[in-house]
């Protein structure tokens, strides 16, 4: 079996750990529901409970270290949950300090999006690529940038908040205090938000959409259109900033990738003289995330893999 690590994704709903070995082989997987509502220290105490079941099941000899995906702002210099805005309950709360003396060893926390980047990087669509960027499509938009093999962390570790980005300079106000964010534009919430406008219908899911648009209903097809135009914008401007070879989107909506694809793709080559450079000879690559939701499990699994000596 040789080395493996545990990595984790804290979500807000589920909470799963997995044992993968340094080749990228899932050994053994523990899913849950986070205690969100019983607060940080329960949701602690069971992250504890699962790490410590799967190291008694593999042996601790072999474990090379544990990484955790959470949501929101994450200080990485002091491991403090910074900002959360689904759950304002764990801000400010130590949550590596907890892990770390509950469990007795170090480990490594990452927010849950810059997670799921560095597992696509690892055994995802960017295996043979160095430097790239995804975004995950959700209730908001969560953005992860990997550079050199790396996640690109910025001052305090917040770098990479992609969905915050501004689409529309007098668009919808957004829960940061913006107007306009891509997240409001082109998010599976957001989808839905405009099938009520166009009085498509009320609560429906990005799926719901996607039912109406392989029927062929002209207001889905437009929503779907305007998401990918919001995605083109962004990722259009990624592109100028970094020239990377690749740009990765996941999550709930992207089953309707042909219905947005055309309207982005074409948006990024209105917008973007590096990615028209590129189309000749190397070109960019913009293409579905391959993980899915165990993206995340994968990059927190790396985390300590990529930082311990062999
Ligand atoms: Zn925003």
């Known amino acids: 079996m040789g080395r493996y690590s545990i990595g984790v994704d804290m979500g807000g709903t589920n909470l799963r750990a997995a044992a993968i070995t340094e080749d990228g082989k899932m050994l053994d997987k523990i899913a849950g529901s986070t ?12 992250m504890v409970a699962s790490i410590q079941a799967l190291e008694t099941r593999l042996g601790a000899a ?17 491991g403090v949950i910074a900002g959360w805005a689904q759950n304002p309950g764990f801000n400010g709360y130590p949550m590596r300090d907890r ?12 927010n849950d ?13 960017g295996r043979d690529v160095e430097d790239l960027v995804l975004l995950t499509l959700g ?9 050199g093999g790396r996640v690109l962390h910025g001052a305090q570790g917040m770098a990479g908040e992609l969905g915050h980005i501004t689409v529309s300079p007098n668009g919808y106000p957004c829960g940061c205090g913006n107007r306009g964010c891509v997240e409001k534009h082109a998010s599976a919430t957001a989808i839905g938000a405009m099938a009520r406008l166009m009085k498509l219908g009320d609560n429906l899911s990005s799926q719901d959409v996607f039912d109406f648009a392989e029927a062929g209903d002209d207001r ?20 100028n900033i970094f020239n990377f070879p690749l740009y990765l989107l996941s999550g709930g909506p992207l089953p309707a ?3 947005f694809a055309p309207s982005l793709l074409a948006e990024v080559e209105r917008r973007s003289f590096t990615y028209r450079a590129t189309l000749g000879s190397a070109p960019t690559r913009i293409e579905p995330a391959q993980l899915g939701n165990q993206a995340g499990l994968y990059g927190a699994a790396y985390l300590p893999l990529q930082s311990a000596p062999r």
């Open 35 to 46: 205690p969100i509502q019983a607060g940080p220290d329960a949701v602690v105490a069971d």
């Open 257 to 259: 990738w042909k219905f």
């Open 113 to 125: 999006a810059n997670a799921a980047a560095m597992g696509e990087s690892w055994m995802g669509a």
């Open 220 to 239: 889905a097809l437009a929503i779907f259109g305007a998401m990918g135009e919001s995605l083109g914008i962004v990722i259009a401007s990624l592109i």
């Open 139 to 147: 209730t908001g938009i969560g953005g992860g940038i990997i550079a």
């Open 62 to 78: 072999e474990l090379a270290g544990v990484g955790i995906g959470v949501p929101g702002f994450i200080r990485m210099d002091t």
């Open 99 to 110: 892990i770390e003396k509950s469990l007795g060893t170090k480990v490594i926390l990452e």
